[in-house]
Structure formats: structure tokens, C-alpha cells
């Protein structure tokens, strides 16, 4: 299961021993030991952090990613405050506490700030991960991007002990009905060597994916644009090696390639909203290349947990994406020079490339051993452009983002640990490098209608810069064992879709330094928070609201395509979760809810806060029922997932969302052969609309999605 350290949870620390895996930090989990979540930057346990963490350890993440296929669907799953996700490549509109989440491997992140593709939760293969740290709220921990949180991928290890383990994975998925066509399955391998003071980790994956199927058996349809999972191939390597220089002290390196590629297999076949149909799919040829996901990572880090009595941890890291999307014939991609009929395809690639750092020193102050504080200094690189594959012109201009952050926080304990203070600061620089460009030739056209008004805008390059002050600090009080409370109060910010704002200029003379749209998203999180855990009750309740005076929002246009729209933002929440260890032992049982509001101001006349923010921006209210059983080498787990239904206070009902449930089950037997395990993805085959189908686009008949129906997977993990 996956355990909340909403503030103090206690966890065993997770470690790969002979390739078996990790205890579950769950009900048998030491109450004397603690998990040190990495996100958090900082050697203190999360008991010492005025933070909302959830740990997604190494057996609930296997459980969920057998019955849904992606970390992404994993979180969404166990997290209610974690919107539905589209079932799609494209994360658009998936949000934490109603923004956007950065996602993170070891740290490092992963989203692309100047021009979101929103493939940042699939840049590796899930088998490659120990573990998953989510940090709800707004926050400047890692950086840029964490606005509604954080959700760091932390990568597997080598094993405990010299000598060899391996793992294995051998996996097979079927709709319900079991054709041909809706079968899928997975390979993958990973040796860990240890000798001394030297270890290694490397494996690969293969994954093939074949047609999704919704509840009544029908194809769900392809979204040929944002791209697809169903119907894709991936394939994914991975290596990590270290070496101790010292007791205290480790060099480590880490190298990840993961590219997901659809096959193309499959042609949309449009829907009808108004009787209730959606879309689906039959064999049919693209026209374009198929939408591909491909990421790369290398870093280098050394740590030292004894350097000056503290602990010194640098990190520098290099990484790429190329996302490219499928094509489509609109009016947008039109340009009468190149093809004068107005029947021009076309489609869109991004390229982002980062190159960053990290250093960080924290201990105790010398006299004063209740007083913890940590400096440090982060730098970050980016440079983004996107570009249309067919023609080569350049939609969003190469852009430049650079960030120097210098950063220090405190933590004091008063009263023996039973009243902890928290508090710092990070300076955040950041400068942003347009040069000259043009647009393409829709944005400049007079009249839309008319293909011979269509020239291009031509722009003014720029050096937009901002730098401010993110302040954050927190308050814990324990005042008897087990009972914790907190409140807290942090900022974090990021920049809006750069690459939207550029790429939809149509005024000339526009100077990109003094364009308004380009200043930042600064948003905060203030929570309050109270928790038990004593005997056989795990149980929180937290209250959280947050707002921003000029935030980020997406606004679909009349040609389909999303826009960013700077308006001020107010969102507020409850979270409240339950375990209780049955006195049957083995069996846990859990519930968890969320109820999340969003309200924004679209009319900047009234200047009043009071229209809902809509699906794109704000998922629906939920409720999570779980139950866990555990004998011997038996292991079980059946989870149900209550989205209730949600309406918009805006003009029209189709926008309403009607809310479905959907149950799932898990079970596994453990072998001298290794581990069997059978998982079913929506156990009772509801037919069911995606939240985003139902709330989006609500005139779109192409992008009318069910959802997944009863899907099959059958594993057997070995480990040597």
C-alpha cells in the first residue's frame, strides 16, 4: 500500500536485497524507522516538515502500474486530490489540488516550462522506479513548476549486499473478451552488481500496447493530435552506478532513455455528443508521422552525509525531449506561399534541451543543536523551441529560459521535538531569450476566411526577466504521541505557456521585454492539518486554499487549439484519509477523499473571483475505498474510486460532469519460481465517459472519449 506522511507518517526505508522487493511502508511497517523523502531536499524526516507527503512505496506502485499501465494512472489512482487522468499521451488539464504538478526523476525535473508538450509523466518506464514521493501544494523545493506539487520518480538501486541480483518481468494485457487486437505485453530486465565499494544497475524494457476497448466492447477512439498509449510501442534502458569514496561520501551516475512511439494503426471515426455516442476507432493509415514521446537523462551527483559534521549533496544533470504531435489540416497551419489551396497538413514537434545543477549544505548549528539550516544554489538552462514537422517553419521560436536560485531554510525544535518551527526563503532570477521571428501566416490574416489575407507577424526578439522572493514556513505541535497538527504557508511559482503566448502573437510592433503575459505565476498554498496515529488508526484531515493574483489558465480557441489566458486564481480544498489494520491480521482497510473548488475571473470588469474554473482546470470531488490483504506469500488488494459528479457555473449544462466509479482488483501468490500476479482495471466493465470528455470540447465530437473497460494483466516477476 502507499503510505501518507502528512507531516510524520513512519516508513521502512525501501532497499532492493537479493531483487525481492521492498517491504511494504504500510501496516507492518517499523513504527522505530523513518523514510527520508529526497523531494523534500533536506536529511529531516518528513515528521519535521510542515509538508503533505504521500510515498507510493515499491508494492503499491507495482500493484498499480499492473492494473493501469503508467506511474501517472498509479498516483491518479491512490491520490484523490489527483485529477482523473485522459488516458491519453498528452496530460493536459491533469492537475494536483487543482494545478499543475512537476514531475521529477531523482529530482531532476522533467516538465518543459517555456512550451508544455504535457508528456512529462512518461519519460520512464515505471519498472525502473523504487518508489514515488508526492509534496502537495505549491512550492519552490525543486524550482519552477510546482504548483500544485511535486511528484519525484525515484529510481531503483543496486543491491544491499556484494554480489548479483536480477530482476525480471514478463507480462500480458487483454480487453475484456480477449481479441487479438486489444492484447498487449511487456518484457523487461534489470541486473544490479555489487563489489565493495562499487555498484551498478542497468535493464531495459519493451512494452507493446495494442486497442483500448470501453465498457460496451467498442474501439475507444485515437486523439491523432495530443498522441496515444493504446496502440504504441515504448521501449526504455537504464543504468546507474556509484561508487562510496568514503563511509559518508558517494559519486553517482544515472542514465535513462525511454521513447514511446504510436504504431499508427488506427484512424479516429468521430462520435455524436448530442446522441450520446462516443468516438471510436477502425484500422486505417495516418497521414503524418505517428506522435512519438522521447526523453534522455544523464546525470552526476556526490554526496557526502558527514562533510563538516553536515550533509553537502551537488547534482548536475542533462536532458532532452522530443515530443512529436500528430498532424491535422486547419486553418492555423495555412499558408498560401506554400500550398495556395488551403489544404496544407501539417504537425508539430517540441524540442526542449536542459542542463542544470544543484548544491545543497545542511547541519545543525554548532552550540545550538535544536537549529538545523540548509543553503544552497540550483541553476537551470533551457532552451525550447517547437516546430512543424512537414514544412519545417518554426511555430514557437527557439527560446532561452534561465534560472539562478539561491535558497536557505531553517528548522528549529522547541520543547524536547514537541513544537517544531520551519521556515526560509528562495531568491529565484530568471531571464528569458527571444530572438526576431515570425509567425506563421494565420496570425497575421485579416480576415480567416480569406486565405490570401494570411501574412505573417513579424516580431521583435526580447529579454524578458523577473526575480522575486518565495517565501515559505510552517508551525508543528505534538502535543501527546501520534497526534500531530500543522499549518504552514508556501510559494511557489512558474512561468505561463511561453510558448502559447509567442506562437499566437497577430498585433506587429509587439516588444516581447514589456509584454505582460511573460511575467511569472506566483502561487501559494496555506494548509492546516491534523493527524492521528496510534494503535490500529492512520488517519488525516487537511485544509488547504490557495490563490493567485495573475494566474494561468487554458482557454480553448474556435480553431481547437488551447490558448493562455492571465487571470487571478482562488482554489481551496479538504483532504481527510482513514487506515485502520483490522484486528484480522493481514487486512487493512482504507477510504481517502478530496473536495477540491476553483473559481477564477474571466470578466476583468466586474474584477470579482466568482466563475468556476472549468475541467480543463480543476478536477472533480472523489472518494477512495481500498482493502489490503496480506498472508504469508498471499497478497490482495481490491480499490474502488467514487468521482462524483461536478457542476460549472457557466451558461451551458454540457459542461456538467456526471461522475462514474470504478473498481479494481488485485492478487498475487509468491513462489520459489517467483511472483504470479492477476490485476483487473475496472472490474465490473462500468461504461464510463473520461472526465475530460465530459467537461471539454463539449461540442468536439472527435475528442468524445469513453473510457477503458475490464482490462486483464497477467505477470510473473522472477528475481535471481
Given at each position: 500500500?502507499?503510505?501518507?506522511?502528512?507531516?510524520?507518517?513512519?516508513?521502512?526505508?525501501?532497499?532492493?536485497?537479493?531483487?525481492?522487493?521492498?517491504?511494504?511502508?504500510?501496516?507492518?511497517?517499523?513504527?522505530?524507522a523513518?523514510?527520508?523523502?529526497?523531494?523534500?531536499?533536506?536529511?529531516?524526516?518528513?515528521?519535521?516538515l510542515?509538508?503533505?507527503?504521500?510515498?507510493?512505496?515499491?508494492?503499491?506502485?507495482?500493484?498499480?502500474?499492473?492494473?493501469?499501465?503508467?506511474?501517472?494512472?498509479?498516483?491518479?489512482?491512490?491520490?484523490?486530490?489527483f485529477?482523473?487522468?485522459?488516458?491519453?499521451?498528452?496530460?493536459?488539464?491533469?492537475?494536483l489540488?487543482?494545478?499543475?504538478?512537476?514531475?521529477?526523476?531523482?529530482?531532476?525535473?522533467?516538465?518543459?516550462?517555456?512550451?508544455d508538450?504535457?508528456?512529462?509523466?512518461?519519460?520512464?518506464?515505471?519498472?525502473f522506479?523504487?518508489?514515488?514521493?508526492?509534496i502537495?501544494?505549491?512550492?519552490?523545493?525543486?524550482?519552477?513548476?510546482?504548483?500544485?506539487?511535486?511528484?519525484?520518480?525515484?529510481?531503483?538501486?543496486a543491491?544491499?549486499?556484494?554480489g548479483?541480483?536480477?530482476?525480471?518481468?514478463?507480462?500480458?494485457?487483454?480487453?475484456?473478451?480477449?481479441?487479438?487486437?486489444?492484447m498487449?505485453?511487456?518484457?523487461?530486465?534489470?541486473?544490479?552488481?555489487?563489489?565493495?565499494?562499487?555498484?551498478?544497475?542497468?535493464?531495459?524494457?519493451?512494452?507493446?500496447?495494442?486497442?483500448?476497448?470501453?465498457?460496451?466492447?467498442?474501439?475507444?477512439?485515437?486523439?491523432?493530435?495530443?498522441?496515444?498509449?493504446?496502440?504504441?510501442?515504448?521501449w526504455?534502458?537504464?543504468?546507474?552506478?556509484?561508487?562510496?569514496?568514503?563511509?559518508?561520501?558517494?559519486?553517482e551516475?544515472?542514465?535513462?532513455?525511454?521513447?514511446?512511439?504510436?504504431?499508427?494503426?488506427?484512424v479516429?471515426?468521430?462520435?455524436?455528443?448530442?446522441?450520446g455516442?462516443?468516438?471510436?476507432?477502425?484500422?486505417?493509415?495516418?497521414?503524418?508521422?505517428?506522435?512519438?514521446?522521447?526523453?534522455?537523462?544523464?546525470s552526476?551527483?556526490?554526496?557526502?552525509?558527514?562533510?563538516?559534521?553536515?550533509?553537502?549533496?551537488?547534482?548536475?544533470?542533462?536532458?532532452?525531449?522530443?515530443?512529436?504531435?500528430?498532424?491535422?489540416?486547419t486553418?492555423?497551419?495555412?499558408?498560401?506561399?506554400?500550398?495556395?489551396?488551403?489544404?496544407?497538413?501539417?504537425?508539430?514537434a517540441?524540442?526542449?534541451?536542459?542542463?542544470?545543477?544543484?548544491?545543497?549544505?545542511?547541519?545543525?548549528?554548532?552550540?545550538?543543536?535544536?537549529?538545523?539550516?540548509?543553503?544552497?544554489?540550483?541553476?537551470?538552462?533551457?532552451?525550447?523551441?517547437?516546430?512543424?514537422?512537414?514544412?519545417?517553419?518554426?511555430?514557437?521560436?527557439?527560446?532561452?529560459?534561465?534560472?539562478?536560485?539561491?535558497?536557505?531554510?531553517?528548522?528549529?525544535?522547541?520543547?524536547?521535538?514537541?513544537?517544531?518551527?520551519?521556515?526560509?526563503?528562495?531568491?529565484?532570477?530568471?531571464?528569458?531569450?527571444?530572438?526576431?521571428?515570425r509567425?506563421?501566416?494565420?496570425?497575421?490574416?485579416?480576415?480567416?476566411?480569406?486565405l490570401?489575407?494570411?501574412?505573417?507577424?513579424?516580431?521583435?526578439?526580447?529579454?524578458?526577466?523577473?526575480?522575486?522572493?518565495?517565501?515559505?514556513?510552517?508551525?508543528i505541535?505534538?502535543?501527546?504521541a501520534?497526534?500531530?497538527?500543522?499549518?504552514?504557508?508556501?510559494?511557489?511559482?512558474?512561468?505561463?505557456?511561453?510558448?502559447?503566448?509567442?506562437?499566437?502573437?497577430?498585433e506587429?510592433?509587439?516588444?516581447?521585454?514589456?509584454?505582460?503575459?511573460?511575467?511569472?505565476?506566483?502561487?501559494?498554498?496555506?494548509?492546516i492539518?491534523?493527524?492521528?496515529?496510534?494503535?490500529?488508526?492512520?488517519?488525516?484531515?487537511?485544509y488547504?486554499?490557495?490563490?493567485?493574483?495573475l494566474?494561468?489558465?487554458?482557454?480553448?480557441?474556435?480553431?481547437?487549439?488551447?490558448?493562455?489566458?492571465?487571470?487571478?486564481?482562488?482554489?481551496?480544498?479538504?483532504?481527510?484519509?482513514?487506515?485502520?489494520?483490522?484486528?484480522?491480521?493481514?487486512?487493512?482497510?482504507?477510504?481517502?477523499?478530496?473536495?477540491?473548488?476553483?473559481?477564477?475571473?474571466?470578466?476583468?470588469?466586474?474584477?470579482?473571483?466568482?466563475?468556476?474554473?472549468?475541467?480543463?482546470?480543476?478536477?472533480?470531488?472523489?472518494?477512495?475505498?481500498?482493502?489490503?490483504y496480506?498472508?504469508?506469500?498471499?497478497?490482495?488488494?481490491?480499490?474502488?474510486?467514487?468521482?462524483?459528479?461536478?457542476t460549472?457555473n457557466?451558461?451551458?449544462?454540457?459542461?456538467?460532469?456526471?461522475?462514474?466509479?470504478?473498481?479494481?482488483?488485485?492478487?498475487?501468490?509468491?513462489?520459489?519460481?517467483?511472483?504470479?500476479?492477476?490485476?483487473?482495471?475496472?472490474?465490473?466493465?462500468?461504461?464510463?465517459?473520461?472526465?475530460?470528455?465530459?467537461?471539454?470540447?463539449?461540442?468536439?465530437?472527435?475528442?468524445f472519449?469513453?473510457?477503458?473497460g475490464?482490462?486483464?494483466?497477467?505477470?510473473?516477476?522472477?528475481?535471481?
Amino acid at each position: 500500500m502507499f503510505v501518507r506522511v502528512s507531516l510524520p507518517a513512519l516508513a521502512v526505508a525501501l532497499a532492493w536485497s537479493g531483487g525481492a522487493a521492498a517491504q511494504s511502508a504500510g501496516a507492518e511497517a517499523d513504527s522505530d524507522a523513518e523514510i527520508i523523502v529526497s523531494a523534500t531536499r533536506t536529511q529531516l524526516p518528513p515528521s519535521a516538515l510542515p509538508l503533505t507527503i504521500d510515498v507510493v512505496d515499491t508494492e503499491a506502485l507495482q500493484q498499480q502500474v499492473q492494473i493501469s499501465g503508467s506511474t501517472v494512472d498509479a498516483v491518479s489512482a491512490l491520490l484523490p486530490s489527483f485529477s482523473p487522468t485522459r488516458e491519453k499521451l498528452s496530460g493536459s488539464g491533469e492537475s494536483l489540488r487543482g494545478r499543475s504538478p512537476l514531475y521529477a526523476i531523482n529530482g531532476i525535473p522533467q516538465s518543459t516550462p517555456v512550451r508544455d508538450g504535457s508528456r512529462d509523466g512518461y519519460t520512464i518506464d515505471p519498472f525502473f522506479i523504487d518508489r514515488v514521493e508526492v509534496i502537495y501544494g505549491s512550492n519552490a523545493l525543486q524550482g519552477i513548476g510546482a504548483t500544485g506539487g511535486v511528484v519525484n520518480q525515484v529510481t531503483v538501486g543496486a543491491p544491499a549486499e556484494d554480489g548479483v541480483a536480477a530482476r525480471t518481468l514478463l507480462q500480458a494485457s487483454a480487453a475484456d473478451g480477449f481479441d487479438g487486437a486489444a492484447m498487449g505485453g511487456k518484457i523487461g530486465a534489470l541486473l544490479g552488481y555489487r563489489a565493495g565499494p562499487f555498484d551498478a544497475t542497468v535493464g531495459a524494457t519493451f512494452e507493446q500496447r495494442g486497442a483500448y476497448r470501453d465498457g460496451h466492447g467498442n474501439n475507444i477512439g485515437v486523439d491523432g493530435t495530443q498522441g496515444e498509449v493504446q496502440d504504441s510501442d515504448s521501449w526504455s534502458v537504464f543504468g546507474r552506478f556509484g561508487y562510496q569514496l568514503s563511509p559518508s561520501a558517494r559519486f553517482e551516475v544515472i542514465a535513462n532513455r525511454f521513447e514511446l512511439q504510436g504504431n499508427g494503426n488506427y484512424v479516429l471515426v468521430p462520435g455524436n455528443r448530442t446522441e450520446g455516442i462516443p468516438a471510436s476507432s477502425e484500422r486505417g493509415v495516418i497521414q503524418g508521422d505517428p506522435p512519438t514521446n522521447r526523453a534522455e537523462l544523464l546525470s552526476a551527483a556526490l554526496t557526502d552525509d558527514d562533510l563538516g559534521g553536515g550533509a553537502f549533496a551537488v547534482q548536475a544533470f542533462f536532458s532532452r525531449t522530443r515530443d512529436v504531435f500528430g498532424g491535422l489540416v486547419t486553418d492555423t497551419f495555412q499558408d498560401p506561399a506554400i500550398d495556395p489551396t488551403g489544404n496544407l497538413f501539417d504537425q508539430s514537434a517540441n524540442l526542449s534541451r536542459k542542463l542544470g545543477g544543484k548544491i545543497s549544505y545542511e547541519r545543525a548549528v554548532p552550540g545550538f543543536e535544536d537549529l538545523t539550516v540548509t543553503a544552497g544554489f540550483d541553476a537551470l538552462f533551457d532552451r525550447t523551441e517547437q516546430y512543424l514537422v512537414q514544412t519545417g517553419r518554426a511555430w514557437v521560436p527557439e527560446t532561452d529560459f534561465r534560472s539562478f536560485a539561491p535558497f536557505a531554510q531553517a528548522n528549529l525544535a522547541l520543547f524536547g521535538g514537541a513544537v517544531r518551527l520551519a521556515g526560509g526563503l528562495r531568491y529565484e532570477d530568471v531571464k528569458l531569450d527571444v530572438g526576431d521571428y515570425r509567425t506563421l501566416a494565420s496570425y497575421g490574416a485579416d480576415d480567416p476566411d480569406d486565405l490570401s489575407t494570411y501574412e505573417p507577424v513579424a516580431v521583435g526578439g526580447g529579454s524578458p526577466s523577473f526575480n522575486d522572493v518565495l517565501w515559505n514556513g510552517g508551525v508543528i505541535v505534538e502535543p501527546i504521541a501520534g497526534l500531530r497538527a500543522y499549518g504552514s504557508y508556501a510559494e511557489g511559482y512558474t512561468i505561463a505557456d511561453v510558448g502559447r503566448i509567442l506562437r499566437g502573437i497577430t498585433e506587429d510592433d509587439v516588444d516581447i521585454d514589456n509584454y505582460l503575459a511573460l511575467e511569472p505565476v506566483i502561487s501559494n498554498n496555506r494548509e492546516i492539518g491534523l493527524e492521528w496515529k496510534r494503535g490500529a488508526i492512520d488517519a488525516g484531515v487537511s485544509y488547504f486554499w490557495s490563490s493567485s493574483d495573475l494566474g494561468s489558465i487554458l482557454v480553448l480557441g474556435q480553431d481547437g487549439i488551447f490558448s493562455v489566458s492571465r487571470q487571478p486564481i482562488q482554489i481551496e480544498g479538504l483532504e481527510a484519509n482513514i487506515a485502520w489494520r483490522t484486528p484480522l491480521p493481514g487486512l487493512t482497510l482504507s477510504a481517502a477523499y478530496s473536495d477540491i473548488e476553483g473559481q477564477t475571473d474571466s470578466n476583468d470588469e466586474d474584477e470579482l473571483v466568482n466563475n468556476d474554473l472549468d475541467g480543463a482546470n480543476i478536477s472533480p470531488d472523489r472518494l477512495n475505498l481500498s482493502a489490503d490483504y496480506r498472508n504469508g506469500p498471499f497478497s490482495a488488494r481490491l480499490q474502488s474510486r467514487f468521482y462524483l459528479s461536478r457542476t460549472f457555473n457557466d451558461a451551458s449544462v454540457d459542461t456538467d460532469f456526471e461522475g462514474y466509479t470504478l473498481l479494481d482488483a488485485y492478487l498475487a501468490y509468491q513462489t520459489g519460481a517467483g511472483e504470479f500476479a492477476l490485476a483487473v482495471q475496472n472490474l465490473a466493465d462500468t461504461y464510463y465517459l473520461t472526465y475530460d470528455s465530459d467537461t471539454v470540447r463539449t461540442s468536439d465530437n472527435n475528442r468524445f472519449y469513453a473510457g477503458r473497460g475490464r482490462t486483464f494483466t497477467l505477470s510473473w516477476r522472477g528475481a535471481f
